[in-house]
Each structure stands twice: as C-alpha cells, then as structure tokens.
C-alpha cells in the first residue's frame, strides 16, 4: 500500500525529530512548540555569528532557549577561547569563565527546561573548571566560586514569557511580575550589577529592527536607568547578593 505523499512527508519529519531526541512529547510539542534545534542546525547557526560567539564578553539572549541547545554551544566556545588565553593562570581561567557565564541569557516558559537549561550550563562550565583549575585553586575558593555561578544561572536563565516579558507561575500563566535581568559589569576583580527591566530593553528601537536571536545587549543598556543597582562586589562573592 503506498501512502499519500503528504503522509509520507509528515511521517518522515516525525521520525527525523524523534530520532535525535528533538521532541519530548507530541503535547508539548502542541502547546508550546517546544522542538529542540539539532546539533548541526545550532553549530552552523552560531558559526554565522562565529566572532561574536568566539568573543569572552558578547553578550547574548536565546528568548525561548529551551534547554538551553543554543546557549550550550556558545558557551563551550567561549570557554575554549578562556583556555586558550588564560589556561596557565587558574585565577584568571576563573574570573573570564565567570564573565563567560554573565554574558549569556535565556528564557524559557516552562519552568523545567529553564532548570535544565541552568544545570546544563553549570555542568559545562564546572566540567572544563574543574580539569582546568582541578586542585590549582583552594577548596574554599572553588567553592565559592561555584556558588556564584549558580547565582549568575539563577538570575540569567528566567521562567516567564518572552512574548509579554513577565515572568509565568508554573502553569505558564503570566503573573504580573516583569521580566528582569541582571547587567554584570567587571571593574577589575569587582563586578557591578544592575538589573533592568526586559520591557525597558525591548522597546528601544535597536531592538525592534534587530530583534534576533543574537541580540547584544551591549552598551545599549546604558541609555536608561537601572531598576536597581548593586555595590560592587568582588567577582567570587557574587552570591552574597538578593536576588
Ligand atoms: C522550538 S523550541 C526551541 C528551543 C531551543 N531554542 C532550541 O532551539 O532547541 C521553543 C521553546 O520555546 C518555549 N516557549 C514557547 N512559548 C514561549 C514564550 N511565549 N516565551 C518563552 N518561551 C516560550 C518552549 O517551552 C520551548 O522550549
């Protein structure tokens, strides 16, 4: 029996995504069209971009990141462009890895990927400190350096909806919270944290005409105010910090 051609055509897309793990279920796939980028796709996506991604402190935003497919490549570039340049001195592998870290962002409405999309970068990110700085750096010192990583994910990697920039309850449903994100600044060993409202950024006009998914925030952010400001903080005490 042969099937119409549009069957075939549709039942071969189906197999493709489920094939390399693109989908998690057809009702996600529904209500959010949550189908994950392949590996090719993403690598030769962000070789388009390749100097920005190759660049310790470009900054950028995948709106609906998912697990984070996008983000993870970026950030394996970038770390390889800290080892190569750093790698000999564990102190300044951990400061730029940190920066490395400040300069990517996501969103996501469900709030599991967002979770996984955090823990998948920290591992990355653990994983080449530990076989960089591995007993290089005190006990203490990696310690804390670890926390604030996670803060840093914490505050980067958001729950809300990209669409209404506020952030969502567990049911996807907006609340009337603003999405707001955190702008680190490094000042030698310190870091500087302001926290802007999303809104603030996406209605500049620079935003409008280049609204990608590569958008660099970049100095951009310095022509309104902060919501907020922090004093600075040395780069490993991050975490003392309220969210
Ligand atoms: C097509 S997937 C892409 C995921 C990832 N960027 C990738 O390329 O693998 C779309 C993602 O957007 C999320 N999503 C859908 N609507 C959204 C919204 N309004 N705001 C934020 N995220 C949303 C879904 O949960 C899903 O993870």
């Known amino acids: 029996m042969t099937m119409p051609t549009n069957c075939r055509y549709e039942s071969k897309i189906k197999q493709s995504v489920n094939n390399s793990s693109q989908i998690k279920s057809r009702d996600r796939v529904a209500a959010h069209g949550e189908v994950f980028t392949a590996e090719r796709e993403v690598k030769a996506m962000c070789d ?3 100097d920005e991604t190759e660049r310790i402190d470009s900054r950028f935003l995948e709106p609906a990141c998912g697990d984070g497919n996008f983000l993870a490549e970026i950030l394996t570039r970038k770390l390889s462009v800290v080892e190569k340049q750093y790698a000999k001195s564990p102190s300044d592998y951990e400061k730029y890895s940190i920066q490395v870290i400040t300069s990517l962002y996501g969103i996501d409405i469900l709030q599991d990927n967002a979770q996984i999309c955090r823990k998948r970068l920290f591992d990355i990110w653990q994983n080449e400190y530990d076989r960089i ?3 290089k750096l005190l006990a203490e010192q990696k310690e804390e ?3 604030t990583v996670q803060f840093i994910l914490k505050r980067n990697i958001l729950c809300g909806n990209a669409l209404t920039l506020k952030e969502v ?3 996807q ?3 009337d919270r603003p999405i707001i994100f955190s702008e680190w600044s490094f000042v030698g060993n310190n870091i500087k944290r302001r926290d802007f409202a999303f809104n603030d950024l996406v209605n ?3 935003m409008k005409e280049e609204g990608s998914l590569f958008s660099d925030l970049g100095d951009e952010a310095e022509i309104f105010s902060p919501l907020k400001e922090f004093p600075l903080i040395h780069y490993r005490r991050v975490y003392e910090q309220s969210e």
């Open 204 to 206: 500049q006009e620079y």
């Open 48 to 50: 388009l971009v390749k």
């Open 145 to 147: 350096t670890q926390k």
């Open 169 to 171: 309850d567990a049911h």
């Open 173 to 175: 449903n907006d609340t």
């Open 133 to 135: 700085c591995g007993k």
